[in-house]
Each structure stands twice: as structure tokens, then as C-alpha cells.
């Protein structure tokens, strides 16, 4: 009867260890304020975000400029936060997350006649469009180079490089200083 008893929990231990676990802290994510400019835009981000490990229902809506997703975790959370970052996108996560896009453009605060940044998703002409539109709204900025297909641009005039980033950040886009 021992032995029946043992073999029963044994058995018991087995069938209960090769059940999924069951996901605890699924984390709901929206993004704001994606940059997705167009159909291949809203395509790019989707795909980003489904390739991260952890993330699942992944949704892109164009027209709200919103990205959705639900994480495993918030590490998850973060890895796709990064992701998105690696290819050039930036959104509005909220506030008072246990993720968020970092601070990583290597901008220093101050005002330049000329920055160089990098790094960002541009794959179109909507996309020279919406990158045009953030950076003539930082006051005293003149001018830009920035070119269809092309992830780096030279923006001119007489600006505050920190305003400008937050610019292009707030616009969508994720950029890095070129030094």
C-alpha cells in the first residue's frame, strides 16, 4: 500500500511539473505616440514587438499612434521597450512604470548650431515628413537634412540639443547624438 501511495505522489509530482506555469505579473503595456506615419510603419512596430521573448497580442493602430502588448513581466516589458528603441522607435509609456525608454541618446543640454543624430526609424517620405515637423518646432532650429531611407540627419541653426531629442522623442522617434 506504501508503494501505491508513493507511486500515486510521484505520479502527482510529475503531472503537476509538466503543466505550463501559470503566468503571474502579465504586465498590459500601451504605447502613445509611436511614430507610424504609414501602413509599413505600423507593420515595423508590430513585428519589433513580436519577436521579444515574453511579449504576446501585440497590436499596432496607426491612425491612434498607439502600440499594445502584454508582457510576461515587466523584464519583458523592458526588453520590448528596447527593441523598439534598437529600431529606431519611441512612445509614451506612462508614468510611474517599472519600464521605460532610456535615456540613452548621449545629448548634453546646451545650445549647438549643428547636431547630428542617428539611430532612427525612417523608412519613407512620411517618415522625413513627421522627422521635419518635431525638429522645426524646437525654437531656433533652421534647418535639417534629413532624407527618405536615410537613419541619420544634421539639424541647423541656433537650438538647445536636449530640446531637440525630446522633440524627435515625443514626435516617435528614438534617436542617438552622433559625437
Not at 540613452?104 to 525612417?122: P, Q, R
Amino acid at each position: 500500500m506504501k508503494r501505491v501511495l508513493a507511486l500515486v505522489g510521484v505520479l502527482s509530482v510529475v503531472a503537476v511539473g509538466s503543466a505550463r506555469p501559470v503566468q503571474t505579473g502579465a504586465t498590459k503595456v500601451e504605447l502613445k505616440q509611436v511614430h507610424m506615419c504609414c501602413e509599413g510603419c505600423e507593420h515595423e512596430v508590430a513585428e519589433i514587438l513580436g519577436k521579444v521573448p515574453g511579449v504576446s497580442g501585440v497590436s499596432a493602430d496607426q491612425k491612434t499612434t498607439s502600440a499594445t502588448f502584454t508582457a510576461e513581466n515587466p523584464t519583458a516589458a523592458q526588453r520590448a521597450l528596447d527593441a523598439l528603441a534598437a529600431g529606431g522607435f519611441h512612445g509614451d509609456p506612462g508614468k510611474d512604470k517599472e519600464y521605460a525608454f532610456k535615456t540613452d541618446s548621449g545629448v548634453k543640454a546646451g545650445a549647438v548650431k549643428s547636431l547630428t543624430v542617428t539611430g532612427f526609424h525612417n523608412s519613407c517620405p512620411g517618415c522625413v515628413k513627421s522627422f521635419k515637423g518635431a525638429v522645426k518646432g524646437v525654437k531656433g532650429v533652421t534647418g535639417d537634412n534629413a532624407k527618405s531611407r536615410v537613419g541619420t540627419a544634421e539639424v541647423t541653426g541656433d537650438f538647445d540639443a536636449a530640446e531637440l531629442v525630446s522633440a524627435l522623442n515625443r514626435a516617435g522617434f528614438h534617436v542617438k547624438v552622433k559625437q
